[in-house]
């Protein structure tokens, strides 16, 4: 997203390991970061706070003598709605509905910065706008290091966020004071708040040893070798962590996670997951596989993926998925999912390389991590044998956005996922072709090289791609990424023909896909006919033919609407309306054609002349045809098996008056897209009333419906 490994289920996190294992785990990792941090905390589960303590030292990398040091303090993110990102804003107003109990100030949180000292002396700050300001006692010179204690106490918010608590987990990022990168070409930390629209994930990797102390039935995730120890209080543990050169330290939290775990090669997957369904194990086992396959995939590619282990996390999270520094956050995992279809899991996976250990200033240069990331995903379901998610998607987009690739969060906006995401790997793309796959691979291993555990840059990036693929590579590339409308080169796009094929192939497997995850689906379904006529099965649109000019203008509308997808990608229909032409149809062409009826009972010669067999293929999915035909301003749509053929289907859009309202029309166009798309719900009849309003349906509800809205 596959042979079956053999996992050890149970409480693999609560194992513990010895020191000559911590060892190990840490013997392919850069040595000793600039960065160290001592953190020993305890979580309280009745009011859902952290209390915590961190010891901090800091080498001074830079060239400036350092009177300041600065944290990020994102838990303060949640001191406000209008702080608090806006994409878990949606997620947060569907549990706020669904838990009427909750306060709008459940969902905030926050940290309070109790203290800080330097040696034994209490040092000043401040805690303003998400920065922690620390003035040293003492300057510190290049290259001179200085330790600082901070203790802490952070509000974990209800709901859903980055730092959060739903149901029976715990989020935990952003939950204690983290150094800032400082700039030394500016003279500045960087003290930005976190981003409401997007990410700001700017960090220096680090080495961390946390101690945990967690109510005993808990499972604790975090990066790193993870070890679990007694507490001194009855009914407690703790839970310990030890992760070198690791650019942001989280921790997920729940009694009821169960831990499957694999071990190759010297590299351990794990999955933190609720057993809450029949078969999840064996999707489970799935996963892990597939990560296993995505992680080879990549350090064959760019460069070894240095840990000695890979978490993933299950949770509660929708429509979205986080990468953090060796772990990775999915949601619910459903039953119909095929991991190695799952796109999205590849592109978490594939950040490791882009944020965990290569790292950048995602506030600034988010196309470095979310660019590559999605070129990588593509990358490796081309070279997987998925096609329809690979290279074509990059070459099959030809449109323009006026926003150059690098363009900083700020100015992007709304277009984050269509400039960083799909123009950044179009960019990638194009330099992959210019260059061949070789070539290409050559300077990804080189970049990972010169920036594994640091921060890149874009100028950075370009330098890389003069020193390994030449001067013309580079201007191209910094031609693609700082001019607005880039657009992938016409040699590298895909033909008109081939575009069709390539929408009629997606559009029959998202069909396909969608009406396949409800097992007993009905077969007469509105979406079924479309998908149908994907798969190659002959489709006849019918239209009625004594018709007022005003119904006849309404039904070249609706034959126009229908009929757009279906001329996109290269689908073949026939249109009758001229009833000679129906007659000599009738017996043979129609008798094995899905159908699309469309106009008034009265003068639509296909329902007249099948009436009876309409009326009774009808009552088969309850829907009342006389009495509904018998309504005067009635209008809407059923399907039905085919009259004289089981396993065919008919469709028919009918309104019972000379043609429909200017106001109705709209309305019934609408649910003509909706009832035949993949998106919504599966209908097999809905009923309008004179100005378009539903009076009743019969519908199976679509549970992908949620990330279309």
């Known amino acids: 997203m596959a042979a079956c490994p053999i996992l050890s289920t149970g409480i693999a996190a609560a194992t513990p390991s010895t020191g000559s294992t911590l060892s190990q785990a840490t013997e392919d990792v850069k040595a000793q970061a600039s960065i160290q941090y001592r953190i020993q905390a305890r979580l309280n589960e009745k009011n859902m706070t952290v209390e915590g303590n961190e010891s901090i030292t800091y080498r001074n990398t830079s060239k400036d003598t350092l009177k300041e040091l600065v944290f990020h303090t994102y838990a303060d993110a949640n001191l406000s709605k209008s702080t608090q990102t806006t994409m878990f804003e949606r997620s947060n107003e569907e549990i706020s509905k669904n838990n009427p109990d909750k306060k709008p100030e459940d969902f905030l949180g926050g940290i309070d910065i109790q203290r800080v000292t330097g040696g034994n002396q209490a040092l000043d700050f401040s805690n303003k706008n998400q920065a922690l300001t620390v003035k040293l006692e003492q300057p510190i010179k290049p290259g001179e290091t200085v330790s600082v204690k901070v203790g802490f106490n952070v509000k974990i918010p209800y709901g859903s966020q980055r730092l959060s608590y739903y149901k029976d987990i715990i989020n935990g ?61 009855n009914g407690r543990k703790v839970v310990s962590a030890v992760a070198q050169n690791t650019r942001e330290f989280v921790f997920f939290a729940s009694p009821n996670f169960k831990v499957d775990s694999v071990t190759r090669n010297g590299l351990t997957v794990e999955y933190y997951y609720f057993d809450n369904q029949p078969g999840k194990k064996k999707m489970v086992e799935g996963y892990i596989d597939q990560a296993f ?30 990468e953090y520094s060796r772990v990775i956050q999915m949601g619910q995992i459903q039953m119909n999912s095929l991991p190695e279809r799952d796109t999205v899991f590849v592109h978490e996976i594939a950040h490791q390389w882009f944020h965990a250990l290569i790292g950048n200033n995602s506030e600034t240069e988010s196309f470095l991590d979310e660019g590559f990331a999605d070129f990588s995903k593509v990358y490796f379901a081309e070279k997987h044998g998925h096609p329809l998610n690979g290279f074509k998607t990059i070459q099959f987009d030809d449109a323009t956005v006026d926003k150059a690739i690098a363009s900083p969060n700020d100015e992007v906006g709304d277009w984050a996922g269509t400039v960083y995401y799909d123009k950044g790997r179009q960019a990638i793309y194009q330099l992959y072709r210019s260059v061949g796959e070789e070539q290409f691979d050559t300077f990804m291993k080189a970049y990972f090289k010169r920036y594994v555990y640091q921060n890149a840059t874009i100028d950075g990036l370009l330098q890389t791609i003069e020193d390994v693929l030449g001067e013309t590579a580079r201007n191209d590339m910094k031609q693609a990424l700082y001019q607005p409308n880039f657009v992938l ?37 509105m979406s079924r006919v479309m998908n149908k006529a994907f798969q190659g099965e002959p489709l006849a649109i019918v239209l009625s033919d004594q018709v007022s000019k005003s119904a006849n203008k309404q039904q070249e509308a609706m034959v126009a609407q229908l009929t757009s997808l279906l001329d996109l990608s290269g689908v073949k229909y026939d249109v009758i309306q001229d009833r000679q032409v129906l007659k000599k149809k009738m017996k043979k062409e129609l008798g094995t054609s899905n159908l699309i009826v469309i106009g008034n009972t009265q003068s639509n010669g296909l329902v007249q002349a099948l009436k009876t067999n309409i009326m009774d293929r009808a009552d088969k999915i309850d829907f009342q045809w006389k009495k509904t035909m018998n309504q005067p301003s009635a209008n809407g749509a059923y399907v039905i098996k085919h009259p004289y053929n089981q396993n065919r289907l008919m469709l028919h859009y009918f309104w019972n008056e000379d043609h429909l309202s200017a106001e109705a029309l709209e309305s019934y166009l609408m649910k003509m897209q909706e009832s035949t798309g993949f998106t919504d719900a599966f209908y097999q009849y809905y009923v309008l009333d004179r100005t378009g309003k539903v009076k009743l349906d019969k519908k199976v509800d679509n549970p992908l419906s949620k990330f279309f809205e």
Do not use: C
Request: proline share 7%.
């Open 173 to 233: 990022a952003h939950w204690f004071p983290v150094v800032s990168v400082y700039d030394e070409t500016k003279h500045e930390w960087d003290s930005k708040p976190y981003s409401q629209s997007f990410e700001t994930d700017y960090y220096t990797s680090a080495d961390y040893e946390v101690q945990f102390d967690v109510p005993e039935q808990y499972q604790v995730m975090m990066p790193g070798t993870i070890t679990t120890r007694n507490s001194d209080k």
């Open 293 to 322: 396959k995505v992680i080879n995939f990549f350090s064959d590619k760019y460069g070894k993926y240095p840990y000695p282990e890979f978490r993933i996390v299950e949770s509660y999270v929708e429509g979205v998925a986080i």
């Open 489 to 525: 080169k016409p040699e590298y796009q895909l033909s008109k023909e081939e575009k069709k094929a390539y929408l009629h192939e997606q559009f029959q497997t998202l069909y396909e896909s969608s009406l396949t995850q409800l097992p007993n689906l009905p077969f007469e379904t």
